[in-house]
């Protein structure tokens, strides 16, 4: 991959969908379109996003997730085992209760799941491309498991799953592969038993870059409210950062503005490439390029320069348009001042 700026920008995956595709600021929305017609404007969503991400001066760009109803149901929603009308209620991050499908039999994946979209993306831009995958971890924390009565057992079974698609998504020209794993922060026993072995397996002889992304969630009431528990300092980074610092992975994309997380955790994947969060997604007030560069300039004290990506905290999805859009523009331009200062 070659990025031709120092500081490259990007965003944590998603970006909110235009009204007509689904009914804006909510997860889960109900597409508004169907078949044929729904294809098309999944596209046309996608252009759309493309579009604005370049607009604001955007580096490595995405699909900001316009063809996915969430970030880790719809993945699921293309394997087999999975039954979608059996419903069983779980808590989900030990945080939310949710009705969730069952894992009725063994779990596979008998076609590709993003690949046609990631083909499309990489035919309208030359630039580079990332592309968000669920982590296995994610993954089985939405699921009631009735088949393998194992949650490790389930995220192997997962992790192989998902290098499959990685592979895929690779051959279709996606530059840097990302793994979403907000349960990172919460079941830390198990990223150090087998959260980050089956993140490994995932990524298994990948070529691209690939990227774990580990943050405090979408600004919804369940997240904040768990963030009010959280106390004055988090330092959930603290349980899975020295276990990725040893890994394969290349790139840890992580929560920094307006959280509580101490900056000087960073430090514990000193040599990995670093996505800083310097948007805050649970607000609708946009930044200003000086905040942005404050952020960026705290976290460049534990980043090397060459290595610091500036980011947002998480996905845009639930925010209005003119916001994320705003958003997109303030992360730009505080990377600018920033590179600036860096002579770059
Ligand atoms: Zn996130």
Redesign the pocket.
Known sequence: MTVHTVLPTST??SLPKPSWLAEPEKLWSPWKLQDDALREGKQDALRLSLQEQQHAGIDIVSDGEQTRQHFVTTFIEHLDGVDFNKRETVRIRDRYDASVPTVVSAVSRQKPVFVEDAKFLRAQTKQPIKWALPGPMTMIDTLYDAHYKSREKLAWEFATILNQEARELEAAGVDIIQF?E?AFNVFFDEVNDWGVATLERAIEGLKCETAV?I?Y??GIKANTDWKQTLGSEWRQYEESFPKLQASNIDIVSL?CHNSHVPIDLIELIRGKKVMVGAIDVANHAVETPEEVANTLRKALKFVDGDKLYPCT???MAPLPRHVARGKLQALSAGAAIVRGELGA
């Open positions: 944590a995956g979403d907000p992304h943050c969630g979408y929560e905290n998480c996905g």
